[in-house]
Each structure stands twice: as structure tokens, then as C-alpha cells.
């Protein structure tokens, strides 16, 4: 039944748009210059790891494709997570945040990394603030950002790096170009591949300009199952069942293997594929894709085909420079014990 609803609803915005220049703003957090410059502090400072050693930006590269290119993610300890690490590129377009969907905004997403023991690991959210308010250039910028007395709070911290990744947009990609009317922007053999992406059924789910399905309001997911088609030989290879997806959030039996529709924009920069980066060549997902989605068997043909389209969303990544961070005072606010 959601299955079929959302073939239908991918019908109804099947249509691929150029990515918009901006992305929705919720009415509580609006962007400021300030904002966003505190925000991009917090991103990249590795203090606010339980051992001062990782930073957002460990796992999620904005120098780069805007995840860290491995299977799954190292955080603190080397501890090693089961999913792989989603670009935060154009994250501010996905109305629900992880492949499961389970945080509604980039606001709640940015809590969560902090205080999970294999990411950043620090033991509560208490202690994160407490180390921040030790960084009197931090209590500074959060005083004149946010007003008020309790200025430095977990909840001001979240609404701050989710205002810097809403600027972390890609536009002017080549497939912009092209669905704009600039017709030799991409190859023929992107054109063909973009043709087969329709043809073939890519596009009943990665719908949207985003690629990601069509957009809804924040805070409600656009859900598939993967695999769609069990059993195939995919499954075994790159273990894809072991991950129950949203049943671990809802515990509904609907909800089994069931995953976010995932953005398809810069997916060139953004190897290895799938929840658990299991598999390493584009080429190979788009083959797994058609298997495991359509129950096709994409010939080499039709595959490099939708691998050369599938190149043409990658963006201009915004030029960055690196924040200066507010020095720690005296002795190091990292306690190592
Ligand atoms: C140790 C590596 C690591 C660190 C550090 C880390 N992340 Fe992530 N991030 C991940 C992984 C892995 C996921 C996917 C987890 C899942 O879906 O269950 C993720 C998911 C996300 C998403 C959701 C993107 C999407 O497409 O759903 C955003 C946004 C994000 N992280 C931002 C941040 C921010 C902001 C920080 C710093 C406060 C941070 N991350 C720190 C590894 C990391
Ligand atoms: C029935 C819905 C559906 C169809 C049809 C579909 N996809 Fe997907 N696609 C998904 C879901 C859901 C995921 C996330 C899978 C996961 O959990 O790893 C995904 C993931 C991907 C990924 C990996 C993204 C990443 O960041 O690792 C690529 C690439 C991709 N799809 C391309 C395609 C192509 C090409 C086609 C057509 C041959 C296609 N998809 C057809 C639902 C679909």
C-alpha cells in the first residue's frame, strides 16, 4: 500500500527540476551572517568530541564531496558505526534527515552526533555546553547571535550549525544547465542515459529536483523498501537485510527495510554506496539499483549510460574557508580521564 502510494505520488513530481538557489528556512531559526559563522565554528571544532580529536567535518567533508568516502564512519576511539555517512551537501533540501529518517529537521539532526558514543561521545549534552561556555570567544558569539542570558544552550547550538549547512547548497550542476534548455551542457550519452534513468523506473522514487522524491513538508519522509525485490543475489553480496531500516525507529512491521529515498545530487563525489557503503563503483549501484528496485537487469550499456547522467548533478561546491575557533583559556577544556 505505501508502496504503491509513493510510486504514485513519484508519477505526479516525476519531474526533475534545476535545484533551487536556496533552501526553506523554518520561521524559528532564520539565517543571519553571525549565525552562520558561529554555526561553521561549531562544524568544524573537534572539541566538541569527548576526546578533542572529531569534528562534523571528520565525517562530513566540505572540502570534499561532504562525507568521509569510507564504508562506515571512524569516530571517536576508532569506534566504527553501521552506516555509511550521507553528504551533508543540500541536506537542507530532505524534509527528513538520516537514512532512516528518524531526526524531523537539521536542528534535532545536530544534537544527535555530539552525545553518541561512537561518533563525538561526549556523555551528555550538559557536559558539551558546559565545555563551550569555558570558550569565552564562544559565550561571545552565542551572546550576540542569540540575546539573552541562557544564550549558550544545546538547543541554540543545533539551530546554529543547521543554519551553516543551509548554505552547503550545490547549484549550476551541468544537468542544471541542461533541464534549464542549455542543451549542450551535458553529453548525448548523459541525454541517453537521463532517457534510460526515466525509462527504466529510477525515476517513480529518485523524483524531484533533489532526486530524493518529491518535497514534502519537514518532518515527513519519503520512504521505499530496499530491497524492493528480496532475494536477489545482491542481497547476500553486500548484506543489505541486515539493517532493518525505519522498523528500528517505529517498530511497524510496515516499516521493515524501508529507507529514505536518498538524494542523487553529487553522487559522484560520494562513493562507496548504500546505508552501509557496501558497495564501492557507481556502476555497480546502479546495477544493484535496477535489481533490487525494478527487478531489471540493466545491460552494461544502459548502466554506463545512467553512470555519465548520474555525473551531471554534480554541483559547484561552495568555496570554503577555514573558521578561526575562539581559543581554549589557559588549560585545555578536553578532559582526557
Ligand atoms: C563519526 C562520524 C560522524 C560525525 C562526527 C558526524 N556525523 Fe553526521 N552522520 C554520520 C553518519 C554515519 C550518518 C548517517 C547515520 C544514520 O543514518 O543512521 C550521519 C548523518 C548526518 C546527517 C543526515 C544527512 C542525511 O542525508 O540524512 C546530517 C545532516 C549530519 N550527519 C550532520 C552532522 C553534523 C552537523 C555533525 C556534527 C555535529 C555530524 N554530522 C557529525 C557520521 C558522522
Ligand atoms: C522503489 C524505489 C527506488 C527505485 C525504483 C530506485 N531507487 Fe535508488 N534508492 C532507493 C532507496 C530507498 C535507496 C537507499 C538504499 C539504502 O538504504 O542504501 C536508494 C539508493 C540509491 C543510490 C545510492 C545512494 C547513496 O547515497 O549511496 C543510487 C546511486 C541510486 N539509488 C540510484 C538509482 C538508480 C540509477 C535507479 C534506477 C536503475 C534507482 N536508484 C531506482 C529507492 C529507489
Not at 533551487?20 to 559563522?37: F, G, L, M, S, V
Not at 562525507?67 to 558505526?81: E, F, I, L, P, Y
Not at 555530539?114 to 569555558?134: L, Y
Not at 550542476?173 to 532517457?195: H, L, M
Amino acid at each position: 500500500m505505501v508502496v504503491v502510494l509513493g510510486f504514485l505520488v513519484g508519477f505526479l513530481y516525476a519531474q526533475h527540476g534545476a535545484l533551487p538557489e536556496a533552501p526553506p528556512i523554518p520561521a524559528n531559526n532564520p539565517q543571519t551572517a553571525e549565525k552562520i559563522e558561529l554555526g561553521k565554528m561549531l562544524y568544524f571544532d573537534p572539541r566538541l568530541s569527548s576526546d578533542g580529536t572529531i569534528s562534523c567535518n571528520s565525517c562530513h567533508n566540505v572540502m570534499n564531496g561532504g562525507s568521509d568516502n569510507r564504508a562506515t564512519s571512524a569516530g571517536v576511539n576508532a569506534h566504527r558505526g553501521g552506516r555509511n555517512a550521507p553528504t551533508v551537501f543540500n541536506s537542507a533540501f530532505l524534509s527528513v534527515q538520516f537514512w532512516d529518517g528518524r531526526a524531523k529537521s537539521l536542528e534535532e539532526q545536530a544534537k544527535g552526533p555530539i552525545t553518541n558514543p561512537i561518533e563525538m561521545g561526549i556523555k551528555t549534552h550538559a557536559v558539551a555546553v558546559d565545555r563551550i561556555k569555558k570558550i569565552p570567544g564562544y559565550v561571545k558569539a552565542f551572546k550576540k547571535v542569540f540575546k539573552g542570558k541562557n544564550a549558550v544552550n544545546i538547543d541554540n547550538l543545533a539551530k546554529a550549525i543547521a543554519s551553516y549547512e543551509r548554505t552547503l547548497i550545490t547549484p549550476n550542476s551541468p544537468f542544471d544547465k541542461f533541464i534549464k534548455g542549455d542543451k549542450s551542457a551535458i553529453s548525448p550519452e548523459a541525454q541517453k542515459g537521463y532517457q534510460t534513468f526515466n525509462s527504466v523506473g529510477c525515476v517513480t522514487c529518485h523524483s524531484g529536483s533533489n532526486f530524493a522524491g518529491p518535497s514534502l513538508p519537514e518532518g515527513t519522509g519519503f520512504y521505499m523498501k530496499f530491497p524492493t525485490i528480496a532475494g536477489t543475489k545482491y542481497d547476500k553480496k553486500y548484506k543489505f537485510t541486515q539493517d532493518k531500516g525505519r522498523f528500528d525507529v517505529t517498530k511497524k512491521q510496515a516499516d521493515m527495510y524501508m529507507f529514505r529515498v536518498p538524494t542523487l545530487r553529487n553522487i559522484a563525489l560520494t562513493a562507496p554506496y548504500f546505508h552501509n557503503g557496501s558497495v564501492e563503483t557507481l556502476s555497480e549501484a546502479v546495477r544493484v539499483m535496477g535489481k533490487t528496485q525494478l527487478n531489471k537487469d540493466l545491460s552494461e550499456n544502459q548502466v554506463s549510460g545512467i553512470v555519465k547522467f548520474l555525473g551531471t548533478l554534480t554541483g559547484d561546491i561552495p568555496a570554503q574557508t577555514l573558521p578561526t575557533l575562539p581559543p581554549t583559556p589557559n588549560k585545555s577544556v578536553v578532559d582526557l580521564k
